[in-house]
């Protein structure tokens, strides 16, 4: 089989076509640096041999901000000449449109379309499926209560503003509910719906874009959680974590690498419940380049391990142990609540 292709080694010297439409019809009614952002990702999609470029170095070489750039693509987005799809956090595919062919194609009759049924979709129609596929899934989940028009809005908000996919957004209402169904107290709409929106924020400011991303989130989540929770119900304290020993819990595991095994084992080091006591054990071992239980066991004036349900505690631990095994349930719940 032939394959063809055209190289050309010098970009200054290769030739992007550019639509007569474009000029008379789009470019004179919309904002200079827009045209600048179009034209040179235009130039991109005939010359595939130049560098990859995205849109913080767009930014730099237009002077523009990186969301001036953002705006830029959902400008022509929006006016229907090209379609974004996101990658991940910060990479998005472009896909620019033959826009007399695309013209053309709209005005088709409906006779004509349906008697070519084996035509793909474009990307738009694709994109509209999904969205509606997302609100009967949502739908369905609210059962009896019907989705209103304000999250009819919001959802589609998070999809322009936020870049989340219409799966993402799915996953997003079935996590939220399921943490809402764990509260004693009954939600209203409105409140499901505040609920709702503060998850989508945090997960917007975590760089969450797709369905991935978003189940990654939510497992890290729940593991940071047990963790926290974990840790306190050996100390037997009775409160939710704040925000330095939640920074010195997260240490032990993601820096120093320690499983709750050899951190149970550093907790009963300590005669105090002070996380500060704890993580200056665990600091220590780390230093000293012991990274399992084992190594730890035969370090020098180590004792031995405590058997997990013979284990000493003081009475004032003892006591805190008794009362918190009669609320486990609650607090843990409450614990998993991380938009609160």
């Known amino acids: 089989m032939n394959q063809f292709k055209f190289a050309i080694d010098n970009d ?7 639509e007569n439409i474009f000029i008379n019809h789009y470019m004179p009614q919309a904002h200079g640096d827009y045209v600048k952002v179009y034209l040179f990702g235009l130039k991109h999609c005939f010359n595939q041999s130049l560098d990859p470029i995205d849109n913080l170095e767009l930014s730099r070489l237009f002077n523009l901000t990186e969301g001036d750039v953002i705006k830029a693509w ?19 595919v472009v896909t620019y449109y033959n826009i007399s062919a695309r013209l053309m194609n709209s005005q088709k ?11 793909e979709a474009s990307p738009a129609n694709q994109m509209e499926a999904r969205i509606a596929d997302m609100y009967e899934r949502v739908q369905q989940m609210y059962g009896s209560r019907t989705i209103t028009q304000k999250e009819i809005t919001l ?25 809402i169904a764990k509260k004693e107290r009954p939600f209203t709409t409105a409140q499901i719906i505040s609920y709702i ?14 369905y991935a991303q978003a189940d990654a989130y939510i497992k890290e989540s729940r593991d940071t959680q047990k963790l926290y929770y974990d840790v306190f119900h050996y ?11 939640k ?16 951190i149970t ?40 391990r405590p058997d997990k349900n013979t284990a000493v505690q003081n009475d004032q631990r003892a006591q805190a142990h008794e009362a918190l095994d009669q609320a486990d349930a609650e607090w843990l719940r409450s614990l998993y609540n991380e938009s609160e």
């Open 197 to 210: 929106s503060r998850v989508a924020e945090a997960w917007h400011k975590a760089d969450i874009r797709d």
């Open 12 to 18: 200054n010297m290769a030739i992007t076509p550019i």
């Open 155 to 179: 959802f589609r908000d998070w999809i322009s503003d936020y870049h989340f996919t219409p799966e993402t957004i799915v996953l997003l209402v079935e996590y939220s509910m399921n943490l």
């Open 235 to 245: 100390l037997g304290l009775k409160r939710n974590p704040i925000a330095w020993e």
């Open 74 to 92: 959902e400008y022509w987005e929006k006016e229907g000449i090209l379609s974004l799809e996101y990658v991940g956090a910060k990479d998005v």
């Open 265 to 304: 084992y550093g907790m009963s080091r300590s005669s105090k419940t002070d996380l500060r006591y704890i993580d200056a054990i665990l600091k220590r071992w780390h230093d000293q380049g012991l990274t399992t239980l084992e190594a730890i066991e035969k370090n020098p004036g180590a004792p031995q």
């Open 247 to 262: 920074a010195l819990m997260s240490k032990w595991r993601d820096e120093y690498h320690y499983d709750m095994d050899i």
């Open 109 to 119: 009759s409906q006779d004509v379309q349906d008697e070519a049924p084996e035509i």
